[in-house]
C-alpha cells in the first residue's frame, strides 16, 4: 500500500505508483488538492484500491500527523504487508506530519527527485528519479532505545534487557554494539539487585561499568554519562552490603526501604507493605548491631556476660513482637535506654500494631484484603518519623 501527500501537481505521485506498483493508495488531500488525487486515478491507467484523506488545514502540522495515522489504520485494515510513504507533494506541515506519523512502524519512505529542474526549481516532467528512504529510527534504534528507557524508570528490569537485545541484534557499529553489551551486562546487574542478589549485582558491575561509562564519555552523551556515573557511586553502596556479609548493616536497611519504594511506585503495595514489615525487625536488629556488635540472629557469637536465656529466646524467635521483645530486654541488659529498638517496642501496641494489621489482612499474609496506598504510606511515613530513609532513588534516563 502507498500513503501519499497530495499537492497541486499529479507528477511525483503518479512517478511513484508507477515504480513501486502497489496493490492500493491512500491519499491524504486539502480541499485544493482532492482534485489532483481524482487526476492521478485517471491518469493511472490501472484499476486500483483507493481512499482519500481530506484535511481542512493543510498548513496545520497536528492535522497533517492525524490524517497520516489514520492512513496507517486503514493500510493495516487493507492488510497491507508492505507500506510505503510517499513524501513529495503537498505543503511541508503534510509531509512533516506524515513522516512524524509513521517514523518507527515499519514505513518505508518514498521520494521523487529528479534529474531535470525548470526555473522555478521543480522536477521536469519526464526526468523524474525515485529514492525510497530508510526510516533513521530504525537504523538509529530510537524506539527501542525510547522502550528501553521507559522500562528502566519503571524498575522493569527484564522487559529493559528484552529491549536492549533487540538493539543488539541490529546492525552496529563496534562502539555501539560495545556500549550496548556492557548496558545489557549492568542492567541485568540491577535486576539482581532489585532480588536482593547483591553479590552477583556488584560482580556485573565490577565487569561492565567502567567500559560502558568510558565509550559514553568518548561520545560525549550527557544522559549516558550521568547515568552510569550515578551507578557507580552506587557501587560503594552495593559493595559494603555485600562485605557485611549478611550482618545487619545500616546499607541493608536503607536498600529494603527503597526496594519498597520501588514496588509502592508501580502500584504494587502488598509487596510494599510486606517489605516494611520486615524493616521494622531488620531496623531493631541494626540499632543492635550498630551499638553493641550483636547480631540479633546469630546468638552463639554474642559477647560474654550475656544471659543464657536471652540466647535462648533469639534461638526460638518467630515474630515481630517477639524481635521487638528481645532487642528491648537486650538493651535493658547493657544498660542502654531510649533507643530505637527500645522505641519501636513501646510503639508496638499504640502506632504499629494498628499499621501491621492491614499486612496481616493482605492476601500475602493471612488474608483477602489488597494493600491500598494510603496503607503503605501510613507505614512508611511512621518509619520516617524515626529517622529511617531509604537508600537514594536509582538513577533515571
Not at 542492567?187 to 567502567?210: C, K, P, S
Not at 515474630?319 to 530486654?329: M, P, T
Not at 531509604?390 to 533515571?396: C, H, L, N
Amino acid at each position: 500500500m502507498l500513503i501519499a501527500t497530495v499537492g497541486q501537481t499529479p507528477d511525483p505521485v503518479l512517478a511513484s505508483l508507477m515504480e513501486h506498483a502497489p496493490d492500493g493508495v491512500i491519499f491524504i488531500a486539502s480541499q485544493d488538492s482532492h482534485p489532483t488525487a481524482a487526476l492521478i486515478l485517471s491518469e493511472f491507467k490501472r484499476e486500483l484500491k483507493h481512499h482519500t484523506i481530506l484535511i481542512e488545514e493543510p498548513e496545520s502540522l497536528t492535522e497533517s500527523y492525524q490524517a497520516a495515522r489514520k492512513a496507517l489504520k486503514k493500510a493495516k485494515e487493507w492488510e497491507a504487508r508492505v507500506i510505503l510513504a510517499e513524501i513529495t507533494g503537498g505543503t511541508k506541515p503534510m509531509i512533516a506530519g506524515l513522516a512524524l506519523a509513521l517514523t518507527g512502524q515499519g514505513v518505508t519512505f518514498s521520494y521523487v527527485g529528479g534529474t531535470r529542474r525548470d526555473e522555478a526549481g521543480r522536477v521536469v516532467s519526464g526526468h523524474e528519479k525515485i529514492r525510497l528512504l530508510e526510516d533513521p529510527t530504525t537504523r538509529y534504534y530510537t524506539q527501542e532505545w525510547s522502550a528501553f528507557r521507559q522500562a528502566w524508570n519503571a524498575g522493569r528490569m527484564l522487559e529493559a534487557q528484552a529491549w536492549l537485545e533487540r538493539i543488539l541484534s541490529r546492525p552496529l557499529t563496534p562502539s555501539e554494539e560495545r556500549f550496548h553489551r556492557h548496558l545489557l551486562g549492568i542492567t541485568r546487574g540491577m535486576d539482581a539487585w532489585d532480588r536482593f542478589q547483591h553479590a552477583e549485582a556488584l560482580e556485573r558491575f565490577r565487569a561492565h561499568l567502567e567500559p560502558a561509562l568510558a565509550v559514553a564519555e568518548a561520545w560525549h552523551h550527557g544522559a549516558k554519562v550521568r547515568v552510569l556515573t550515578a551507578l557507580e557511586a552506587a557501587q560503594g553502596f552495593l559493595e559494603r552490603i555485600v562485605q557485611a556479609k549478611g550482618k545487619p548493616v545500616p546499607e541493608l536497611l536503607q536498600d529494603l526501604l527503597a526496594n519498597a519504594e520501588r514496588r509502592a511506585q508501580a502500584g504494587r503495595y502488598d509487596d510494599a507493605l510486606a517489605r516494611l514489615y520486615r524493616a521494622v525487625e531488620l531496623a531493631a536488629e541494626v540499632d543492635l548491631y550498630e551499638r553493641h556488635q550483636l547480631w540479633l540472629r546469630k546468638p552463639d557469637a554474642w559477647p560474654q556476660g550475656v544471659p543464657e536465656y536471652l540466647k535462648e529466646r533469639a534461638r526460638g524467635m518467630l515474630g515481630l513482637k517477639e524481635v521487638l521483645d528481645l532487642a528491648f530486654d537486650l538493651d535493658l541488659h547493657f544498660g542502654a535506654s531510649g533507643t530505637l529498638a527500645q522505641v519501636l517496642r513501646g510503639d508496638y501496641e499504640r502506632k504499629l500494631r494498628p499499621l501491621l494489621q492491614r499486612r496481616h489482612e493482605s492476601i500475602l499474609a493471612h488474608g483477602t484484603r489488597p494493600v491500598t496506598r494510603e496503607d503503605y504510606e501510613k507505614m512508611r511515613d511512621y518509619l520516617h518519623s524515626l529517622g529511617l530513609e531509604p537508600a537514594p532513588e536509582w538513577p533515571r534516563w
